[in-house]
T-cell receptor, first 112, second 115 residues
Framework: DTAVSQTPKYLVTQMGNDKSIKCEQNLGHDTMYWYKQDSKKFLKIMFSYNNKELIINETVPNRFSPKSPDKAHLNLHINSLELGDSAVYFC???????????FGQGTRLTVV | AQSVAQPEDQVNVAEGNPLTVKCTYSVSGNPYLFWYVQYPNRGLQFLLKYITGDNLVKGSYGFEAEFNKSQTSFHLKKPSALVSDSALYFCAVRAPRYNTDKLIFGTGTRLQVFP
């Protein structure tokens, strides 16, 4: 009965590969997000979707492409992985601006 | 531009003593303010929020925070710290005036509670 679940939890891959991270929420929320947490623990928003529509696209390389097949899912696909992409990626969801966001456990991506 | 500042990288406190983790924000209009906690290798857990109304808000695990509009602050407090409170704490702001759902986070403050 996990509210926001991400898979995989750990991902180790070589430079140049393409990988995807999946996220699902069972809270019925309309808005989903992807955040990146770097090695210094800084959290920065990457994307936000509301009812499958892209709302926020921060300055993120084109190699990152979110896809929302339905409002309960927001996947993150990364092409041509680089060393600097190594980080923890968090998926989150919320219902309204007044409401708190619920976060997944994170996906630790390591590019070697 | 919207921003959140957490001026202390780390706060050390003895168990049983009161604790304060500081947060100031810069946003136009009335902000929505949040505190989250992150334990090692875990996601962020919501602690409390201020949307409107009473400036003192109470949250999970005995934490509370006071919204101070004149000082643009939203400091997190707890009257008596526990060793289990040791974690990374994030303040966050959302600015509804900008018609965005974006949550902007501070840089985090590591709380260390010593027995």
């Amino acid at each position: 009965d996990t509210a926001v679940s991400q898979t995989p939890k750990y991902l180790v891959t070589q430079m140049g590969n393409d990988k995807s991270i999946k996220c699902e929420q069972n809270l019925g929320h309309d808005t989903m997000y992807w955040y990146k947490q770097d090695s210094k623990k800084f959290l920065k928003i990457m994307f936000s979707y509301n009812n499958k529509e892209l709302i926020i696209n921060e300055t993120v390389p084109n190699r990152f492409s979110p896809k929302s097949p339905d409002k309960a899912h927001l996947n993150l696909h990364i092409n041509s992985l680089e060393l600097g992409d190594s980080a923890v990626y968090f998926c989150a969801s919320s219902q309204e601006r007044e409401a708190e966001a619920f976060f997944g456990q994170g996906t630790r991506l390591t590019v070697v | 531009a919207q921003s959140v500042a957490q001026p202390e990288d780390q706060v050390n406190v003895a168990e049983g003593n009161p604790l304060t983790v500081k947060c100031t924000y810069s946003v136009s209009g009335n902000p929505y303010l949040f505190w989250y906690v992150q334990y090692p290798n875990r996601g962020l857990q919501f602690l409390l929020k201020y949307i409107t109304g009473d400036n003192l808000v109470k949250g999970s695990y005995g934490f509370e925070a006071e919204f101070n509009k004149s000082q643009t602050s939203f400091h997190l407090k707890k009257p008596s710290a526990l060793v289990s409170d040791s974690a990374l704490y994030f303040c966050a702001v959302r600015a509804p005036r900008y018609n965005t759902d974006k949550l902007i986070f501070g840089t985090g403050t590591r709380l260390q509670v010593f027995p």
